[in-house]
């Protein structure tokens, strides 16, 4: 199994197969009682559903899901406001031809195994990138999407520096595009190996890829893409201090480009897409540009004022993977709230057979490959929102702790002599008021929550005056890209024009008055969940409190390499604990790295234009076109970009430069008011979350 709880677990009925007390302890929802600390203590995330279902029979019937809860009004002179709410997506399931939502455990627990089997890598029904669960389909394009072991086995040649295929290739495979490994098997046949006569064979993939089987369930030989590629990672090891391979946090790892670039000599058709530079920094994503996929419509067509307006809605430029253990206590997704929560298929796009992404273009190949999402997508959503964030892995010190819990929920930034110059949010003017209540105190607290369902509940997008952070994302998603995505199949089509609209929550009829902004997240888990912001551009929640700490051009720290191979490969970003992580600033530890002048028109620079564009060394008119046409022209940002060719490029890769497109780092400046001591006060309370 790959959620946060040892393999082997499953529930039947009332009875637990497998008993772990500890873990008994996380996955059990947060109550005060006397002997419970009112001032800490976390569920870690996950669902509220799966975890009211421990123990229970399976006729047992569910209680209402938390988030829908969520509606106008719910918040009203409370402390922890909201201003996104609830879509029941499913109200009607043969209009949408989805099932509808589950009624008791039982139903739960089906489709929770059902979610598991299609992202379990090395399982009998794992899917995998645009090819669904089975690639020899017309609708996943006969395999596009997929590589044959023969071409994975290659690699090692492209790579340079070797004579003969290293004896550590699968772990200089994991390092190379950023990914870890599981504790279950994840086969691939070695050269010369019959996957058939080896149980898939003696390799072992990183969980960023995985073997598919045929449709008798034989193994293929063909490997995939999976969704941990971004969104599980590697926090500390499995053998050390910390949890090792982390589903559901998000990757701060992967380099897909990468992967494609090499797989590209080798024969690998999706490598096309390397042009389309997916990413430019290593462990970021341009997987936001929904604006592409809104280009086919699944009903009507697109007038042309929408279809103008999304070929120069621009690029969301690179942007940082949210952690999916947060999805079962937000009302709405993605960094703008620009989806439901209940919109389940925009999740799993990456997984829809890959004609499926054509709309009506795509005739009736492509309403196979959409009869596959809706067949698997609520499966799927079911098991990623019952992930659970690791617990901290250090001591943490309890007093300071307590005092940050109540500075969190209480402390308000604009109160008197704080004198915060920026404009002043709803709520109580805390951290809380934004990220939500989770401290038992605060979560029975009418005064903070309308009901205690609502514990670690996040739901406000705060107006971008206020936040204040780069604003690429929202100036992308215009009104083009919020009226397309309605008449796109993610958009739920046919909820068009209902109370219960799953289209784009950005649009103006929907939106009404509200300010366009960003979308605070809960904050389970947070500390495994670095660097931050919704373009990942801080390393550390110090610097997310404190805006002048923050580096304007930093690299995170490589893993070592190998005694002798120092020099010959690339490796990832080093995620032992102990030796990479800063507990004080709760990150990962960065080298600043010098500003230096670099030509655009130059196809050797690294993956930066220039620096600072006020330095006198850059070229100011050059940045200003550039950023113009990112931002005024879809796919430029992605295509405008030197190919990466050398070593040196490759570790160039892992700059992040806070003074490139879509990669600023500023906002969130009302935290500067905090002292220092109440920084790391409320520092040391999020290590309990």
């Avoid at 996380?26 to 799966?50: E, F, N, V």
């Avoid at 490994?181 to 390799?203: I, Q, W």
Wanted: glycine share 12%; aromatic share 10%; charged share 20%.
């Amino acid at each position: 199994m790959l959620q946060q709880f040892p393999s082997g677990w499953r529930l039947a009925g009332a009875c637990l197969v497998r008993f772990f007390p500890a873990l008994m302890l996380l996955t059990l929802p947060m109550a005060a009682s006397a002997d419970t600390d009112d001032l800490l203590g976390s569920s870690h995330g996950g669902s509220p559903q799966w975890d009211f279902c421990w123990g229970k029979p399976d006729d047992a019937v569910l209680p209402a899901d938390p988030r829908t809860l969520v509606q106008p009004g719910i918040s009203d002179g409370r402390a922890v406001h909201f201003n996104a709410y609830w879509k029941d997506c499913h109200l009607n399931p043969q209009e949408i031809q989805e099932e509808g939502h589950a009624r008791t455990c039982g139903e739960l627990r089906d489709r929770f195994y059902r979610g598991e089997a299609l992202l379990e890598t090395g399982g009998a029904g794992v899917a995998a990138l645009f090819a669904g669960n089975d690639p020899s389909l017309p609708e996943a394009a006969f395999g596009i999407s997929t590589f044959t072991a023969m071409q994975y086995n290659q690699l090692w040649r492209i790579w340079g520096g070797f004579m003969f295929r290293p004896d550590n290739f699968d772990q200089l495979v994991a390092q190379r595009y950023g990914s870890g490994f599981g504790e279950n098997r994840n086969p691939y046949p070695l050269p010369g190996e019959d996957p058939n006569r080896t149980n898939g064979g003696s390799g072992k993939l990183p969980e960023m890829f995985t073997q598919l089987r045929n449709a008798d369930g034989s193994w293929s030989g063909r490997i995939g893409v999976t969704c941990h590629a971004c969104h599980s990672g590697v926090v500390g090891s499995n053998d050390g201090k910390g949890p090792g391979m982390t589903y559901g946090g998000g990757s701060s790892l992967a380099d897909l480009d990468l992967l494609l670039r090499d797989m590209l000599p080798l024969g690998y058709p999706a490598s096309l897409a390397d042009f389309a530079n997916l990413n430019r920094t290593r462990g970021t994503n341009n997987a936001s540009d929904i604006n592409l996929a809104f280009l086919f419509p699944d009903e009507e067509p697109l007038s042309p004022s929408e279809f103008i307006g999304l070929l120069n809605s621009g690029s969301t430029a690179d942007m940082d993977t949210p952690a999916w253990w947060n999805m079962g206590h937000r009302p709405a997704k993605f960094v703008d709230g620009v989806f439901p929560m209940d919109a389940g298929r925009v999740d799993m796009v990456f997984y829809t057979p890959f004609i499926g992404l054509f709309g009506a273009a795509g005739g009736p190949v492509s309403e196979k490959g959409q009869d596959w999402m809706r067949a698997h997508g609520p499966a799927i959503n079911t098991w990623v929102e019952g992930l659970k964030s690791p617990a901290y892995p250090y001591p943490v010190d309890k007093d300071l702790a307590r005092e940050g819990s109540e500075l969190f929920h209480t402390l308000d930034l604009w109160g008197s002599g704080r004198n915060n110059p920026t404009p002043r949010p709803q709520g109580n003017g805390s951290c809380a008021s934004c990220h939500g209540a989770y401290a038992p105190r605060y979560v029975n607290d009418a005064s903070f929550l309308a009901s205690p369902a609502l514990e670690g509940m996040a739901g406000y997008i705060v107006p971008k005056d206020i936040i204040g952070t780069d604003p690429v994302r929202l100036e992308t998603n215009n009104a083009a890209v919020q009226q397309a995505g309605a008449k796109n199949f993610f958009g739920y089509p046919p909820t068009r024009g209902t109370d219960q609209d799953c289209g784009p929550q950005n649009q103006q009829r929907l939106r009404g008055d509200r300010e366009l902004g960003y979308l605070a997240p809960p904050l389970y888990g947070v500390w495994a969940t670095a660097p931050y912001f919704h373009n990942g551009s801080v390393p550390n929640i110090w610097d997310v409190l404190d805006p002048q700490d923050r580096p304007a051009i930093w690299r995170r720290k490589s893993a070592p390499a190998r005694w002798d191979q120092q020099g010959r490969v690339v490796m990832g970003y080093d995620t032992d604990l102990d030796r990479a992580y800063d507990q004080q600033k709760l990150g990962w530890k960065y080298d600043n790295i010098q500003c230096r002048f670099r030509s655009w028109w130059n196809p050797s620079v690294s993956p930066y234009i220039n620096c600072d564009p006020g330095d006198d060394q850059a070229d100011p008119l050059a940045q200003q076109i550039m950023g113009g046409l990112y931002n005024n022209l879809i796919l430029t940002w992605n295509i405008l970009y030197p190919p990466t060719l050398t070593r040196q490029q490759m570790e160039d890769r892992k700059i992040y430069n806070t003074h490139a497109h879509g990669q600023g780092n500023e906002g969130h400046d009302f935290s500067e008011v905090l002292t220092d001591h109440e920084k790391q006060a409320i520092i040391e309370y999020l290590k309990t979350l």
